[in-house]
């Protein structure tokens, strides 16, 4: 498979929004992108809406992305790592659940992958080439990942405009169940008790203002995906929902006995809770280099990139410089230098020696 130039190459499994809008943003910088569908039809309207240059397979590319359903990410990875010929070639996917993946697959060239993007559209007709552009995109590495691959793919990730946050896979799964997942099956389940509402009191959609049309937009997403995220992640899904349903039970007790004062205490808090949530994310004009020796161990990459995750410190890049003796290395890690101190200090906890500048 040839191109006219000789531009970096990758491979998109699964058409739909998430893979269709991956696949604009890498062609829009200027990669090859070969990809294909479960659907042959999806796979070409991407190709015709521009999301990919041809539909097929490209044993030659350095990164492929799984788009597709959780209970095919499996075979589809494995599959990608098996006909992988570029060297240091690696394979990430964007399922909402991540620790059953990463116990499926202790595969070097394997980095778990979670972008937290999308919108109400579905399918490639919705795809959006500035989807990732200031959100947040999880990466789990482990122990077996392959440092040297993570370290590419964070660099793809941020040239599509979006923020890493490395995170363990269990740690990703219970935060994202409060997140992602009882959000969306909470806006199911209030859109559910509006329209059977609506089937007694026929007025009643029609008073749907914005409030409600906010808290609602993401029960129109892809249904589809969601039965497998449940069973794949229910524990901590579960988990959340109990204490949802608990403080839903002390708000309702609250407006019962007319607690004006509890009730106006937990508004506030919400307010000023919902007023602190961080924006999209913008890189800062200030910038530090942290350069952290490692020893050549499994599961280095992994323990500094989730402590910098676990203390809100975001890494723009990351490069893992190799000593010639084979068991010492240097990770350097650009971040905002506003925080860079924090994570000094908690790498020196750690028994790390990093040193850090400022960059210009």
Request: charged residues 20%; glycine residues 10%.
């Amino acid at each position: 498979m040839t191109s006219p130039s000789d531009p970096r190459r990758a491979v998109v499994v699964g058409t739909g929004l998430i893979g269709g809008s991956i696949g604009l943003a890498l062609r829009a910088r200027g990669w090859w992108v070969t990809g294909r569908d479960a659907d042959p039809g999806a796979a070409e309207r991407a190709k015709a809406l521009g999301a990919l240059d041809e539909v097929g397979e490209d044993p030659d590319a350095e990164v492929t992305f799984i788009a597709t359903p959780l209970a095919a990410v499996v075979g589809e990875v494995t599959r990608a790592l098996a006909q992988a010929r570029h060297r240091g070639a690696v394979v990430t996917d964007v399922a909402g659940v991540k620790a059953p993946l990463a116990a499926q697959l202790p595969h070097p060239g394997f980095v778990g992958g979670h972008p937290m993007a999308g919108s109400e559209q579905v399918g490639i007709e919705g795809a959006d080439p500035d989807l990732f552009v200031g959100a947040t995109w999880v990466l789990t590495p482990t122990a077996s990942t392959d440092p040297d691959g993570y370290a590419r793919l964070q660099s793809v990730v941020t040239s599509l405009g979006a923020e890493v946050l490395a995170l363990s896979p269990e740690q990703h799964d219970t935060l994202v169940a409060m997140v992602s997942h009882v959000p969306h099956l909470t806006a199911a389940t209030l859109m559910n008790l509006a329209d059977r509402a609506a089937e007694e009191h026929g007025a009643l959609l029609r008073l749907a203002a914005g409030g409600f049309r906010d808290m609602t937009r993401i029960a129109a997403g892809q249904p589809g995906i969601w039965p497998d995220v449940c069973a794949e992640n229910a524990p901590a899904i579960v988990a959340a929902l109990d204490t949802l349903l608990a403080d839903l039970a002390a708000m309702r007790d609250r407006v019962a006995v007319a607690d004006r004062v509890g009730l106006l205490a937990e508004l506030e808090h919400a307010a000023t809770a919902r007023r602190s949530l961080p924006g999209r994310a913008v890189r800062p004009e200030r910038l530090a280099e942290l350069r952290v020796p490692v020893p050549d161990r499994p599961g280095v990459l992994a323990e500094i990139t989730t402590l910098a995750g676990d203390l809100g410190v975001n890494i723009h890049d990351i490069e893992l410089a190799h000593s010639v003796e084979g068991d010492r290395g240097v990770l350097v890690l650009v971040v905002d230098g506003d925080v860079s101190q924090r994570l000094h200090d908690a790498l020196t906890g750690r028994g790390y020696r990093s040193t850090s500048r400022h960059l210009e």
